[in-house]
């Protein structure tokens, strides 16, 4: 419970605000934002930490570099209710349950014209350049607001943005049958990797190889869990990596890659696994550029890479509703949360994702 209760019509919130440049983060008092033309209000319910919030919290060089307006409320997984619209505001109303598309997009450049309002290239983010949802209320533009399936568990709810990107990795393009009866190598155990292994599932993927480091014991664990067909420590030799790979795979190798780990060793790996004609997408992040024997692993191969980034707006969230009506997707999705605190905690949640010992953490409005 909270020390002081906030109406709707309180002008003040509670808050988590990064204002200094340096690690940490204050819950505070803030202004309640106030809805404009083609807005609308939501009252937090869940939220989730990203790995981008730890960034944040830790201010990391990414951070340093990335994050230009402070004092900025952060966070960005959420689920909440809608309190307030905006004029002109049709697809929400209030009392809907909602999420959000994270990508805020000006609706005019060349890419959203054309179909890829994803790679906006005047793209702003929430909880990046715009306040974000670790706060009691926040103000999304409408197109961002994205209504859940009636009756979602909203902890699920907070976690669409991450389900997006597996979602996204998985199908880079639209054609869900491209998945059937192929084998698949999912490449990094991180939340985002996990949440893949339900999704190749519910798409009929014939095997699912997951690699991660033996080390990392809760991912490793999961990814068992989760019921893919092969968990390999990635830290073993990667000839022996390859060899197990082929054995899995009557001898050809992975149809698909996803690499999630952002490890340039293993972005290698995952080219060498690829039967000719297979495809790699990219959502990992690497520290530094990377160098890649192209003509052997891509040229030669006849390989298509996809880079990922974001959802496609907005077929993919049209995509996960399909997958979240299954339950047994609900309840291995809901598994990946492996630890739910209250808010005023975030401190606690920021330490469980850095030292390891979570895979997705949950935080409750309790400031
Ligand atoms: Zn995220
Ligand atoms: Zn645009």
Known sequence: ????????????????????????????????????????????????????????????????????????????????QVVEVGKGVKSVEVGDMVSAETHIVDGTCYQCRTGRMHICRDMKILGVDTDGVFAEYVKLPELNARKLPKGLDPRLGSLLEPLGNATFTVLPHDCEDDIK?????????????????PVLQVLGAKKIIALE?????????????????????????????????????????????LEMSGAAQALRHIFEMLTPGGRVSILGLYNDPVTLDINNLITFKSATVYGITGRRMFQTWDQMHRFLRKEEFRAKLSSIITHTLPIRDIAEGMHLIRTKQAAKVSLKPEW
């Open 1 to 80: 419970m909270s020390l002081f209760q906030h109406g709707s019509r309180d002008p003040r919130m509670y808050a988590v605000v990064k204002s200094r440049r340096e690690p940490g983060a204050d819950i505070r008092t803030v202004d309640k934002p106030t809805v404009g033309k083609g807005e609308v209000l939501v009252e937090t319910k869940f939220t989730s930490i990203c790995g981008t919030d730890v960034h944040i919290w830790d201010w990391n060089h990414w951070a340093e570099k990335r994050l230009k307006r402070l004092p900025i409320i952060f966070g960005h997984e959420f689920c909440g």
């Open 181 to 197: 009866g192929k084998n698949v190598v999912v490449s990094g155990c991180g939340p985002i990797g996990l949440m893949a292994i």
């Open 213 to 257: 480091l033996k080390s990392e014991k809760v991912r490793f664990a999961l990814a068992k869990d989760l019921g893919a067909d092969l968990v390999l420590d990635a830290a073993i030799n990667h000839g022996k990596l390859a060899e197990a790979v082929r054995q899995a795979t009557e001898g050809n190798g992975a149809d698909v890659a």
